[in-house]
């Protein structure tokens, strides 16, 4: 018998357990849908122990990688604001944080340099951005660092970086006219004309314009020279007796298109655009000058103290270390920059391995002492410069020594300085350096030579008689080619008797048997650029322009034929020839204009020092080393 029984099996009803889940169901889509519309609310103070941890308080605390390049800057903003979130909107970036952004990657992208990438944090950025910041911390961290960015990119799109505090700011600035004349206005110009997109071509040295606007390149093609050339149309010079300053313009320079007045009809100079070429009003610096024999030898003892010593020891081989890395050669590193002065301790943790604040500052002055790209990342160039040891740097030192002493003890009153590892030109006044600029000097195998010579005269536009080395085996081949190409470019065969000559098949064989010169005329594009400094020595090497204006911002910068490129040459005449008269910015800037070549000769001749300094101490005191590129210490730790 079945105790089953399918009659009375009991049938419960779905229907409860079905509006339960739709309850249930409508539920979770109200709360998904209010939460979609609601916004997390940052407290309003909640970063603000963080903020003023990291900047007032204890700035070593600080948690990120990368460094704040302006802790100064930064921290007076957030003072201002109260130590508040400046570009985030709640939990998510500002419209304004996105434009600075944009911004600044638009500036750095086809920028040959990492340190514009690095000052800008824009790696940091890209690994954060990734994912919205949900952590205070993380947040407080991205809004500092926007901070910094942008007080960063505010500094490297200014025209002039200027200090007012030691530098006199000059009122007028030299615009272009119509008419091909240069004239000097206010600084406050009409609107309509500072509308202008000035686009702050020049970012941290590099070019940012286009290559169709480069004055009258793209018009190259049409330009004619006349192949006969009078000296006395070609040429014309600046000597004690010079035409009356009333017969032209209240500078006395007379206009290229016979003797028109400077000013229009109301007494007012036109407005326009400042030249291309131009490099801006000289501003004098006031660093005070060293290169003293003296104080090499006291850092020779302190060196030889140090070697017998047994302190120092190399720093092993790594990883490259930056501001936030945790490793053991930490440590070493600090007690290795403390030896060398770079780092001061302040009472802190001499054995701590984490790379802070001050050790990352210590490797910034380290790094500019030795020529390196002030990175703060202790990579491969560095960490050969650290190993350098005390013994080798003596030796440095005195060879060094030695040749100061080829030098007069006393340079002069005025003089400048090429010294070729330092890829530098100082001019020195009364002892002090009031203009520095970057060169490019020879190539190793066309070393630029050490002489002391004397400037004797400031060529503007200047002319090019090709060397005969340079001659038969670069510009013959190129002129066979192209004959017409390098007319146009203004080389021409000069005859024995002066004559300019066209480059056909008969003069080019004329030149390369020797019996003929070849010649570039000066102009735009004129190897030698718009100015030349003329310096008579044994070797024909003179300090002038160039048209390769990007190699001045590479750190190794050897790549000539052994004369001296200058990156800012008209200031370096406008220095020179600035007790001949009414020589100022203007008056510089309308000579380098055009292919007429003017010659100034110098009423006084500067002396020309050009060294071969490895090793020097500098105006403040600080030992500063140089790679031997020329390889004439006899020591190889010193070459690159």
């Known amino acids: 018998m079945s105790y089953f029984n399918p009659e009375r099996r009991t049938h419960k009803s779905p229907l409860p357990l079905m509006i339960l889940g739709s309850l249930c169901v409508f539920a979770l889509y109200f709360a998904f849908a209010a939460n979609q519309q609601t916004v997390p609310v940052l407290p309003e103070n909640a970063v603000r122990p963080h903020l003023v941890r990291w900047l007032e308080e204890n700035p070593d605390s600080w948690p990120a990688q990368d460094p704040i390049f302006n802790p100064a800057a930064v921290r007076r903003i957030y003072q201002r604001t109260d130590y508040r979130l400046l570009w985030f909107d709640n939990y998510s970036l500002s419209d304004t944080a996105n434009d600075l952004l944009k911004q600044l990657t638009a500036s750095s992208s086809g920028n040959p340099s990492s340190m514009v990438d690095y000052r800008y944090h824009l790696g940091y950025f890209d690994r954060t951005l990734r994912d919205t910041p949900q952590r205070l911390q993380m947040a407080a961290v991205l809004d500092v660092l926007l901070t910094d960015a942008f007080v960063s990119y505010a500094q490297d799109t200014q025209l002039d970086r200027l200090k007012p505090k030691s530098r006199r700011q000059l009122n007028i600035t030299p615009v272009h006219h119509a008419e091909g004349e240069y004239r000097l206005v206010g600084l406050q110009m009409p609107r309509q004309a500072a509308a202008t997109p000035s686009g702050r071509k020049y970012f941290r040295g590099y070019t940012r314009g286009t290559r169709g606007t480069r004055g009258t390149r793209g018009t190259r093609g049409t330009r004619s020279r006349s192949y006969n050339v009078e000296r006395s149309r070609h040429y014309s010079t600046y000597s004690a007796r010079r035409p009356s300053p009333s017969r032209f313009s209240p500078g006395g320079l007379p206009p290229r298109n016979g003797y028109r007045s400077y000013r229009s009809e109301n007494g007012l100079p036109p407005v326009g655009r400042v030249p291309d070429h131009s490099e801006g009003p000289y501003i004098e610096d006031n660093i005070l000058y060293g290169g003293d024999a003296a104080a090499l030898r006291n850092e020779l003892a302190r060196l030889r103290n140090l070697a017998d010593s047994g302190r120092w020891r190399p720093l092993p081989k790594g990883p490259a270390m930056t501001i936030g890395a945790r490793h053991p050669h930490v440590a070493q590193l600090r007690n290795m920059l ?87 030109l100082h001019y020195v006044e ?63 065969v000069v005859s024995g008797s002066g004559e300019h000559l066209p480059l056909t098949p008969k003069n080019l064989s004329a030149a390369g048997r ?19 400094f003329e310096i008579p020595n044994k ?29 800012k040459p008209r200031h370096l005449a406008q220095a020179l020839l600035q007790d001949q008269g009414d020589w100022d910015q203007w008056r510089i800037d309308q000579l380098t204009t055009g292919d007429e070549t003017t010659e100034v000769k110098l009423k006084q001749r500067v002396p020309v020092y050009i060294t071969y300094w490895t090793a020097w101490v500098d105006g403040e005191g600080r030992l500063n080393f140089r790679p031997d590129i020329y390889d004439k210490d006899g020591l190889a730790a010193n070459q690159f």
């Open 514 to 532: 020797g019996s003929y010169l070849m010649r570039q005329l000066g102009g735009e594009d004129n190897i030698l650029g718009r100015v030349k």
């Open 338 to 424: 403390s030896l060398y002065g770079d780092y001061h301790s302040y009472g802190g943790e001499p054995n701590s391995d984490r790379f802070d604040r001050r050790l990352h500052e210590a490797v910034l002055r380290f790094q500019a002492r030795h020529g390196l790209k002030p990175d703060g990342i202790v990579g491969r160039l560095t960490r050969q410069r650290l190993n350098l040891s005390p013994t080798a740097r003596a030796h440095v030192i005195e060879t060094n020594i030695r040749r100061r002493q080829q030098l007069p003890a006393d340079l002069g009153s005025r003089f400048v300085q090429v010294n070729i590892p330092e890829y530098k």
């Open 430 to 492: 009364n002892g002090r350096v009031r203009l520095s600029m970057n060169v490019v000097v020879g190539k190793k195998k066309h070393a630029t030579p050490e002489i002391n010579t004397r400037v004797s005269k400031v060529i503007f536009n200047p002319t090019w008689t090709v060397p005969r080395s340079i001659l038969v085996n670069e510009i013959l081949p190129k002129a066979r080619a192209n004959p017409s190409g390098m007319e146009n470019m203004g080389y021409r």
């Open 539 to 567: 070797y024909d090497v003179y300090l002038h322009d160039t048209r390769a204006r990007s190699l001045f911002t590479l750190t190794d910068r050897g790549y000539s034929h052994g004369c001296v490129r200058l990156a």
